[in-house]
T-cell receptor, first 113, second 113 residues
Framework: SQKIEQNSEALNIQEGKTATLTCNYT??????LQWYRQDPGRGPVFLLL?????KEKRKERLKVTFDTTLKQSLFHITASQPADSATYLC????????????FGQGTELSVKP | DAGVTQSPTHLIKTRGQQVTLRCSPK?????VSWYQQALGQGPQFIFQ???????QRGNFPDRFSGHQFPNYSSELNVNALLLGDSALYLC????????????FGDGTRLSIL
């Protein structure tokens, strides 16, 4: 069956450290992958998009990698801050399925001061 | 510039009833997607509308139906409500071309008693 899996356990890190979140998928050939942030009681907010022919994307303290051989994306937040605490969602976009996104279950990140 | 707005924010219904949820997309966007998010899970794609037609549909029964109006706003209708329909319903807007970021509203929290 088709699956997208993110770190199921909550991730707790110290302020200033780098947080690394994992998104693994099976039986998909995604055209692109997106990462979103979701705060309690709010809708997801778009962070980064990476296409299948791209290895890495950066935006300020955020970095995402995409390995189509390993079927994995890694999402990094460097110099993490307590304000980065939230749930992070990865979502796959599939060829010929328009803008439909297939989401993972999310990873809850907690950054302690 | 208003983002995606959804109404109502909360709704309580009983089993067997019908419900209509509403969404106004971000200015300039022409595509609306609806997602269902159960507690602790990632959003699940319900369907997507473009040019007033349903373009993509996820694995949801026919009890879930929708509509898009000429001004790009959209409605989600759910008939014969079940307890399992209790969830956060998210609307997302984007441009039709695939691979674009989606902009989410903060959702409608639907509770079925």
């Amino acid at each position: 069956s088709q699956k997208i899996e993110q770190n199921s356990e909550a991730l707790n890190i110290q302020e200033g450290k780098t947080a690394t979140l994992t998104c693994n998928y099976t039986n998909y050939s995604p055209a692109y992958l997106q990462w979103y942030r979701q705060d309690p009681g709010r809708g997801p907010v778009f962070l980064l998009l990476i296409r299948e022919n791209e290895k890495e994307k950066r935006k300020e303290r955020l970095k995402v990698t995409f390995d189509t051989t390993l079927k994995q994306s890694l999402f990094h937040i460097t110099a993490s801050q307590p304000a980065d605490s939230a749930t992070y969602l990865c979502a796959l976009g599939i060829y010929n399925q328009g803008g439909k996104l297939i989401f993972g279950q999310g990873t809850e990140l907690s950054v302690k001061p | 510039d208003a983002g995606v707005t959804q109404s109502p924010t909360h709704l309580i219904k009983t089993r067997g009833q019908q419900v209509t949820l509403r969404c106004s997309p971000k200015s300039g966007h022409d595509t609306v997607s609806w997602y269902q998010q159960a507690l602790g899970q990632g959003p699940q794609f319900i369907f997507q509308y473009y040019e007033e037609e349903e373009r993509q549909r996820g694995n949801f029964p026919d009890r879930f139906s929708g509509h898009q109006f000429p001004n790009y706003s959209s409605e989600l209708n759910v008939n014969a409500l079940l307890l399992g329909d209790s969830a956060l319903y998210l609307c997302a807007s984007s441009l039709w071309a695939g691979g674009r970021p989606q902009h989410f509203g903060d959702g409608t929290r639907l509770s079925i008693l």
